[in-house]
T-cell receptor
Framework: AQKVTQTQTSISVVEKTTVTMDCVYE???????LFWYKQTASGEIVFLIR????KKENATVGHYSLNFQKPKSSIGLIITATQIEDSAVYFC???????????WGSGTKLIIKP | EAGVTQSPRYAVLQEGQAVSFWCDPI?????LYWYQQPRDQGPQLLVY????????NSQLPSDRFSAVRPKGTNSTLKIQSAKQGDTATYLC????????????FGAGTRLSVL
């Protein structure tokens, strides 16, 4: 079975700090792709960052980076120097070569306080 | 490059009414998805096209929902005789070709069925 699990339903931090959101996944495929998306209050879903399973280096885009721990089937999202506008729901998702569908986690609501 | 465009942004219906949602994917993207996202949940796939062909509509409630993509570009999702349980955000997404490519989303249509 293929599954993506986000156990943190909500996180609240003070702005300008670093936050980590957890995500674990299950798949028997040897090749897979992991994505993080952000859903803003308006409902728009925005692609943030991805990690391909065959890459050992953690992906980094702007103030987003990933902590990819393949043996633990874990792909954490790290946001450094958080800003108020980072407040949103963050979804982790996975796609494998054998399944064209994007499998979604349940999302983590991030609240950035001034 | 223009993103995925959806219209309308909002729709409010009485039960039994019909509604259509329109999606213009990113230019050149051959694959197009329609998702339904109930409140406080992750997106759930309804139907998936590659060019004009329906690849998978197994999760589309076929008695009331229909989707077309006649020229392999724009797509329309229609709900006949809406029910209160159809209240959700309807998201369109597109990507180019290969399964490893990133999925990009439109802003969505928020549907309320009273």
């Amino acid at each position: 079975a293929q599954k993506v699990t986000q156990t943190q339903t909500s996180i609240s931090v003070v702005e300008k700090t670093t936050v980590t959101m957890d995500c674990v996944y299950e798949t028997r495929d040897s090749s897979y792709f992991l994505f993080w998306y952000k859903q803003t209050a308006s409902g728009e879903i925005v692609f943030l960052i991805r990690q391909d399973s065959y890459k050992k280096e953690n992906a980094t885009v702007g103030h987003y980076s990933l902590n990819f721990q393949k043996p633990k089937s874990s792909i954490g999202l790290i946001i450094t120097a958080t800003q108020i506008e980072d407040s949103a729901v963050y979804f982790c998702a996975m796609r494998t070569h054998s399944n064209y569908q994007l499998i979604w986690g349940s999302g983590t609501k991030l609240i950035i306080k001034p | 490059e223009a993103g995925v465009t959806q219209s309308p942004r909002y729709a409010v219906l009485q039960e039994g009414q019909a509604v259509s949602f329109w999606c213009d994917p990113i230019s050149g993207h051959d694959t197009l998805y329609w998702y339904q996202q109930p409140r406080d949940q992750g997106p759930q796939l309804l139907v998936y096209f590659r060019d004009e062909a329906v690849i998978d509509n197994s999760q589309l409630p076929s008695d009331r929902f229909s989707a077309v993509r006649p020229k392999g570009t724009n797509s329309t999702l229609k709900i006949q005789s809406a029910k209160q349980g159809d209240t959700a955000t309807y998201l369109c997404a597109s990507r180019l070709g290969q399964s490893q490519n990133t999925l990009y989303f439109g802003a969505g249509t928020r549907l309320s069925v009273l």
